[in-house]
Nanobody, 126 residues
Framework: QAHLEESGGGSVQAGGSLTLSCAIS?????MAWFRQAPGKEREGLGV?????????YVDLVKGRFFISRNNAEKNTVVLTMNNLSPDDTGTYFC?????????????????????WGQGTQVTVSS
């Protein structure tokens, strides 16, 4: 079972950017970012297949959010969020699991992921 430690988050004005980090230890080759706004269900934002450093995003954040590996800390995956809006406000979670193939990793259903970070708050003001 992988262990995940999140950092980053905070408050930013609309149009700004934030970066979240997720340090992964243990056995996992597929990680994802989710968020949950107050009163809403947790939604997936994108996945990152660690074997090939390939990211896939949902349409909602495509072109604004980017997932990458921290080159200085190879076990850390970064979510860079640009052009943020108040609708992006919520608690952000990283999650991880083992996937046999990269296609399997793209399954962004939350129940597929067994390891979760503690969550970090992102607040975007207008």
């Amino acid at each position: 079972q992988a262990h995940l430690e999140e950092s980053g988050g905070g408050s930013v004005q609309a149009g700004g950017s934030l970066t979240l980090s997720c340090a992964i230890s243990g056995n996992a080759n597929c990680m994802a970012w989710f968020r949950q706004a107050p009163g809403k269900e947790r939604e997936g934002l994108g996945v990152f297949y660690l074997a090939t450093d390939t990211a896939t995003y949902v349409d909602l954040v495509k072109g604004r959010f980017f997932i990458s590996r921290n080159n200085a800390e190879k076990n850390t995956v970064v979510l860079t969020m640009n052009n943020l809006s108040p609708d992006d406000t919520g608690t952000y979670f990283c999650a991880a699991r083992s996937a046999v193939f990269e296609d399997n990793c793209r399954d962004l259903r939350a129940f597929k992921f067994g390891a979760w970070g503690q969550g970090t708050q992102v607040t975007v003001s207008s």
